[in-house]
């Protein structure tokens, strides 16, 4: 199986920036490395949005529209990167890492908090 750990959350004023950091492991871990890896968020009271993804290359990316040109996501192998800007208190949620094979979202992290102060 897969485990995946989020880490790189934490409270930030408006307008500053965060980069989120999810590492894969566990016995199949290796494989992670051809999967397409992505972020999701859940604010309060809200359903859970996707907001990037990543193919087992970088040249192959897709954003959510209310991120894009401030998020930036990348991998190392098995390694995935959230470089957030401008982040704004609409940002503010819970952020899970997550992949599988074959463009599933099988593996989830346990999310890490992001909090922006206006």
């Known amino acids: 199986q897969v485990r995946l750990e989020e880490s790189g959350g934490g409270l930030v004023q408006a307008g500053g920036s965060l980069n989120l950091s999810c590492t894969a492991s566990?016995?199949?871990?290796?494989?992670?490395?051809?999967?397409?890896m992505g972020w999701f968020r859940r604010a309060p009271g809200k359903d859970r949005q996707f907001v990037a993804a990543?193919?087992?290359?970088?040249?192959s990316t897709r954003y959510a529209d209310s991120v894009r040109g401030r998020f930036t996501i990348s991998r190392d192998n098995a390694k995935v990167y959230l470089q957030m800007n401008s982040l704004n208190s609409e940002d503010t949620a819970v952020y899970y890492c997550?992949?599988?094979?074959?463009?599933?979202?099988?593996?989830w992290g346990q999310g890490t908090q992001v909090t922006v102060s206006s």
């Open positions: 990543v193919g087992w290359s970088n040249d």
């Open positions: 566990g016995r199949t871990a290796r494989a992670v490395r051809t999967y397409v």
């Open positions: 997550a992949t599988g094979p074959k463009g599933s979202w099988d593996y």
